[in-house]
């Protein structure tokens, strides 16, 4: 369940802000800022939060917080890059993320973004849905 809510938070979240790139570039940058990724993590782990008072059933909340950002790394740029109508490898210029992503790809090639890419997203997998052994 954890991970289901994780997809659809960051799936709306990169299309909504890919369709209102490609067309309103200005509202975008005014629109999804910081504070909205950081409003809409933030009510994701509230939600988290209260549903494992809930269920009285303990689980790091640390793990759902590192396996959301990986999640969030391995899909939102594609996702993004496809619905803004850029090629799928694009990187920016602007955001120091960005800037980081040029550098590896310039240093080792596209590769290595998404050998990590399918890293993060083994690891944020086994963490949320809370795998236990």
């Known amino acids: 369940m ?5 997809l659809i ?3 709306s979240e990169a299309i909504a802000e890919g ?3 490609r067309n309103y570039p200005a509202v975008s940058d005014i629109l999804f800022k ?17 549903l494992a008072v809930k ?3 303990y689980y790091p909340v640390i793990k759902l917080i590192i396996g959301y950002i990986l999640f969030r790394y391995a899909l939102f740029d594609v996702i993004f890059n496809v619905s803004a109508g850029l090629g ?10 960005d ?14 973004i998404w050998f990590t890419r399918a ?15």
């Open 34 to 50: 910081w504070w909205v990724q950081i409003l809409t993590a933030g009510a994701l782990f509230l939600i988290w939060l209260l």
């Open 2 to 6: 954890i991970l289901l809510t994780a």
């Open 19 to 21: 369709l209102v790139k």
């Open 99 to 112: 800037k980081i992503l040029s550098w590896i790809r310039d240093m080792w090639g596209i590769g290595t």
């Open 55 to 57: 269920i009285d059933e």
């Open 9 to 11: 938070f960051i799936l």
């Open 88 to 97: 799928i490898n694009y990187i920016g210029s602007k955001k120091t993320y």
């Open 119 to 133: 890293i993060a997203l083994f690891w944020a997998i086994s963490w949320l849905i809370g795998y236990k052994q």
